[in-house]
């Protein structure tokens, strides 16, 4: 993984595995990998991992099981929560930035229009 300068490692560690679990990538219930797994497939720190992996738990995304591991929650309402959350953070930042280069609002949704249809192909399922 290729980490931004001036965010902390264990924080994006975060946000990757939160795409991870809302992508259905980590699907609910599943166990998740081990500390030195992760630790090791992020080329980070073993600590660094812990770290993210306990601010999952902290959010309700997963949930330890003292002798099996940690696991994806099984809450879709929670997961579908999220998803929704992340998409409207990116939703301000899109329109923040069209607002920024001075395009009006249908010019905005026919960007957003086009980009979703040459994705389509990729997710028919979202479309």
């Known amino acids: 993984m290729n980490f931004e300068a001036g965010i902390p490692i264990w924080m994006q560690s ?3 595995f939160t795409r991870r679990i ?3 990538e980590w699907a609910p219930g599943a166990r998740v990998p081990s500390v030195r797994e992760l630790a090791a497939e992020l080329g ?3 600590n660094t991992a812990q770290r993210a992996l306990a ?3 902290r959010r309700e995304l997963s949930r330890t099981e003292r002798t099996a591991g940690r696991f994806i929650t099984d ?3 929670r997961v579908d929560a999220l998803r929704i959350e992340l998409a ?3 939703a301000e930042d899109y329109v923040r930035a069209a607002r920024g280069l001075g ?3 249908t010019q905005a949704q026919q960007l957003i229009s086009e980009s979703w249809s040459r994705h ?3 997710h028919p399922e979202g479309s």
Do not use: M, T, W
Request: net charge negative; no cysteine; hydrophobic share 25%.
């Open 14 to 16: 975060v946000d990757e």
């Open 22 to 24: 809302v992508s259905g």
């Open 120 to 122: 389509e192909s990729d």
């Open 88 to 90: 409207q953070s990116s």
């Open 103 to 105: 395009l009006n609002r």
């Open 55 to 57: 601010e999952l738990e």
């Open 44 to 46: 980070v720190n073993p």
């Open 75 to 77: 809450s879709a309402e």
